[in-house]
């Protein structure tokens, strides 16, 4: 089935820094790839997705690009600020009916003032 | 305005008892998801509702159960608590497949069993 292979954490930055997280991916055909966000304490929120390969999705000054020559959806950020410290999560649909997600292991991001 | 909601936030309880948490989406989504967060952040499907037909039940212990209503709600309730059910349960609906199977989430449940 599907699978997302996550870069393993945590990740430590100072502002302003620049952030990719890698994130590669086995899929049958090519399905819609997505980021998820989760700040301390909360529910996961959509960062970005890309729905065919060579899409570029973006959101909050993150990209991520739908490469499939590499299978990879890499997240990065030009320059990150102190509230972009969360934990990232690269998923991807399942093979099956239902459509669930599957995670990658989630990156811890910290970045300090 | 909340598009996913779940009650409760926290739910804390003794080993042995029997609880549910509920789930509710506004968004008009056919589909509903429970998801399981250990406590490394690690995230697994458990159950997925499908205008109210069970269409994944992963292996999940049978004190897992499942209930959906309609097609807004989705319940979970869990018999016998055990410790090592001590995690954080979300709740997630979409639209599939135009919107390329994106999931939006509750704000999660954390659940501690003592």
């Known amino acids: 089935g599907n699978s997302v292979t996550q870069m393993e954490g945590p990740v430590t930055l100072s502002e302003e820094a620049f952030l990719t997280i890698n994130c590669t991916y086995t899929?049958?055909?090519?399905?819609?790839l997505f980021w998820y966000v989760q700040y301390p304490g909360e529910g996961l929120q959509l960062l970005l997705k890309a729905t065919k390969a060579d899409d570029k999705g973006s959101n909050k000054g993150f990209e991520a690009t739908y490469r499939k020559e590499t299978t990879s959806f890499h997240l990065e950020k030009g320059s990150v600020q102190v509230s972009d410290s969360a934990v990232y999560f690269c998923?991807?649909?399942?093979?099956?009916?239902?459509?669930?997600?599957?995670f990658g292991s989630g990156t811890q991001l910290t970045v300090l003032p | 305005d909340t598009a996913v909601s779940q009650t409760p936030k926290y739910l804390v309880t003794q080993m042995g008892n029997d609880k549910s948490i509920k789930c509710e989406q506004n968004?008009?989504?056919?589909?509903m998801y429970w998801y399981k967060q250990d406590s490394k952040k690690f995230l697994k499907i458990m159950f997925s509702y499908n205008n109210k037909e069970l269409i994944i039940n992963e292996t999940v212990p049978n004190r897992f159960s499942p209930k959906s209503p309609d097609k807004a709600h989705l319940n979970l309730h869990i018999n016998s608590l055990e410790l090592g059910d001590s995690a954080v349960y979300f709740c997630?609906?979409?639209?599939?497949?135009?919107?390329?199977?994106?999931?939006?989430f509750g704000p999660g449940t954390r659940l501690t069993v003592t």
């Open positions: 899929a049958t055909g090519y399905p819609s």
């Open positions: 997630a609906s979409s639209q599939a497949p135009g919107s390329g199977y994106e999931q939006y």
């Open positions: 968004l008009g989504h056919d589909t």
């Open positions: 998923a991807l649909p399942s093979s099956g009916s239902a459509r669930q997600l599957t």
